[in-house]
Structures are given as structure tokens and as C-alpha cells.
């Protein structure tokens, strides 16, 4: 292939990427998906999540949805060739499949399931192992946050990406070099203020908790004092986040509950100087003992003072 053609195919390429960015990643024959490596997986990612808030939705998700149909077909057809109605058939139908959390939009971990991609790069999402609860989520913080900064930081994360390939046994797949890829790649998708870190709130999309409890309908009314907790509905906390069975809520325990607490008041944006900050706050209002337990009437106390109930009314 002569100069000239060499530059017009490689442009030709180019106006293909940007009229469809995903065709770039389908086999030009079968035009199956070709397995993306952990640079090629975020790069879609980047692409999509335009406003990088983290999510895949409304127009993102409809452009989405266009060239990811589109770029399937053998001929060179526009997005816009889907219609309306098709587009909104396909994303009920995709929806229902991929949004396993039902909240209307696509976070990279469902997007994950959908894309093929490298198999050790694939099991660091773990989407089908989420941590039981937040009490396991803190002992792993605990374990990792090894200067006690109150981040993550890159070394950390590495260490922590390398034994999670390890306990799924992948660890001899991957390079000194790939898992530095994979550390940088997971930074860039799960740091969100770029600050080269992780802080709680962003390991804790890393590192999904199967539910957090204080998240159900009961608690959350509760807590906006639209109805009253109930003696039941308080035990069940208290044998939640007392994972030792020793009567007192202590140590990570403590701090799981605190962080589940403060999910309810901060959302998607805190850190250990925040959960420390909640905790001296909660804390204060029911008068913590010298050894930072939790009793059941202090869990008692800390619930109802949130829900704004006073303990004559709840009994």
C-alpha cells in the first residue's frame, strides 16, 4: 500500500470513530465485540460518560444505545438510523437486563457486564461478590489504609487489586505491569475528584456492599420522620452491625454503621475526615462511653434522635 492510500485508509478510519465510536471495537467480519483491554474498556467509558458524574444516562445513554446498535450492522449505517420507537424498545429491553439496581442509568459496573473484556480486568469489579455489609467493608479499609491516611493511595490500591486477583487466583495471569494498568485504569474510572486517591466514598463504589440496611424504606422514612421505628425493626439493626454477637456495636462494627448512616445524610461524597466528624457528633448527642461501644439503647437513642422521635413517644 502505497503513501497515499496508507492515508486515506487511516483517515477513513478516523471518520469512522467519530461518527461511531463503537464500531472501532467489533470484528470488521463477524462483527461480534472484540474483548477490550482495561485502557479500551475506560476509553468507552470516557467517551459515553460526558459530564463525568459517574453514570451513564439520558442523552448518554441514548447515543449509547444508537452506535452500540448501529456499529453491529455489516454497512456503515448512522446512529440516527434507529428511530425513536426503536430506540425506546431497545432501552426497555436493555434496561431490564443490565440495570440490575432498577435506578434508571448505567454505572460502570453494569456496563461492565455488558462489554467483553480481559478476564483478570473483568473479576476486579465483583459485581457477583458484593461485601455482606459495611462492617466487612471497614476491616478491608482498615487492612489496606496501611499509613492510616484516610485514603487509598495508589501503592495501597495496587496491593489491595493484586490480593483480590490473588483470592480469585489469577494472580500468576498478571504482570507487575498489568496490575500497574489496571491500578491506573481503576483510578481514573473510581477517583472522582482526581486527587490520585481513593477516599471512603469512592473505594465504596470499588468495593459494592450487598445492601446497605439503613437504606430500606422503613429506616429511611424513619429518618425523615415520616412514620416511627419500631423495637423490631431497631434488633435488627443492632444484630446487623453486631457481627461478634457481643452485645456492643465496637471497632469496625461501629464504624460500618456510622458509614451507612452517613450514606444516608452525604450520598456519594465523604471521607474518613467525614465519617470521624459524624461519629463525634452522634456520639456526643447520647453520650458515647469511654470504650467507643454501642449499646442496644444507645443504637436505641442515636436512631430515634435522627428520626426526630423522642424515646417517650416511640414507647
Known sequence: MDSAAAA??????????????????????????????????????????????????????????????????????SPEAVTDTMLEELKSCFMEAYDDNQDGKIDIRELAQLLPMEENFLLLFRFDNPLESSVEFMKIWREYDTDNSGYIEADELKNFLRDLLKEAKKINDVSEDKLIE???????????????????SEMAKLLPVKENFLCRQVFKEGIDGATKLTKEDIEKVFSLYDRDNSGTIEN??????????????????YDAQDLAAFEETIMRGVGRDKHGKVSRKE?????????KISPEDEQ
Open 182 to 200: 489496571y491500578t491506573d485504569t481503576m483510578l481514573q474510572v473510581f477517583d472522582a475528584n482526581k486527587d490520585g486517591r481513593l477516599q471512603l
Open 8 to 77: 486515506a485508509a487511516a483517515k477513513r478510519v478516523q471518520i469512522e470513530k467519530a461518527h461511531n465510536f463503537m464500531r472501532q471495537y467489533r470484528d470488521p467480519e463477524s462483527r461480534e465485540l472484540k474483548k477490550l483491554s482495561a485502557n479500551q474498556f475506560m476509553d468507552v467509558w470516557a467517551h459515553y460518560d460526558k459530564d463525568g458524574n459517574g453514570y451513564i444516562e439520558g442523552t448518554e445513554l441514548d447515543g449509547f444505545l444508537r452506535e452500540f446498535v448501529s456499529s453491529a450492522n455489516v454497512t456503515d449505517i
Open 299 to 307: 443504637l436505641t437513642m442515636i436512631l430515634l434522635t435522627l428520626a
Open 252 to 269: 469496625e462494627e461501629l464504624k460500618g454503621f456510622l458509614k451507612d448512616l452517613l450514606e444516608l445524610v452525604k450520598k456519594d461524597d
